[in-house]
């Protein structure tokens, strides 16, 4: 017997809590190759301000999506990654990443 699922089933609102906005996808795939520091982040997600990054990057660590390594040197140096949990939600993000490149031309074409 097959369950029918419900539309709380079907709910992508928790993931979406998670990654929703404009930066915070962007942000996962680039800590998905490996720790960042802030500057670079910075360079390689286009178009964000320091501050919304600063912003992003604070609620996906109290999320405990990404983790902060600041090591004792001068000038401070901090690093971001991905913890456990933020790798297994960019590794469930992926498929959605490779549908979207698939179907970005057809998307865009439609009327909205």
Same mark, same amino acid.
């Given at each position: 017997?097959?369950?029918?699922?419900?539309?709380?089933?079907?709910?992508?609102?928790?993931?979406?809590?998670?990654?929703?906005?404009?930066?915070?996808?962007?942000? #996962?795939? /680039? =800590?998905? $190759?490996?720790? +960042?520091?802030?500057?670079?982040?910075?360079?390689? &997600?286009?178009?964000?301000? %320091?501050?919304?990054?600063?912003?992003? #990057?604070? /609620? =996906?660590? $109290?999320?405990? +999506?990404?983790?902060?390594?600041?090591?004792?040197? &001068?000038?401070?140096?901090? %690093?971001?990654?991905?913890?456990?949990?933020?790798?297994? =939600?960019?590794?469930?993000?992926?498929?959605?990443?490779?549908?979207?490149?698939?179907?970005?031309?057809?998307?865009?074409?439609?009327?909205?």
């Amino acid at each position: 017997m097959v369950r029918r699922q419900s539309a709380a089933d079907c709910d992508l609102g928790v993931a979406r809590a998670f990654i929703g906005g404009r930066w915070k996808s962007a942000i #996962l795939c /680039e =800590l998905y $190759a490996g720790p +960042v520091r802030f500057g670079e982040l910075r360079r390689r &997600v286009r178009g964000v301000s %320091e501050k919304i990054l600063f912003e992003q #990057l604070w /609620e =996906l660590e $109290a999320a405990g +999506v990404v983790g902060r390594a600041v090591f004792d040197e &001068v000038p401070p140096k901090e %690093e971001y990654s991905l913890t456990p949990t933020g790798l297994t =939600l960019a590794q469930a993000a992926h498929p959605l990443v490779e549908w979207g490149l698939r179907h970005a031309a057809q998307v865009s074409a439609e009327p909205h």
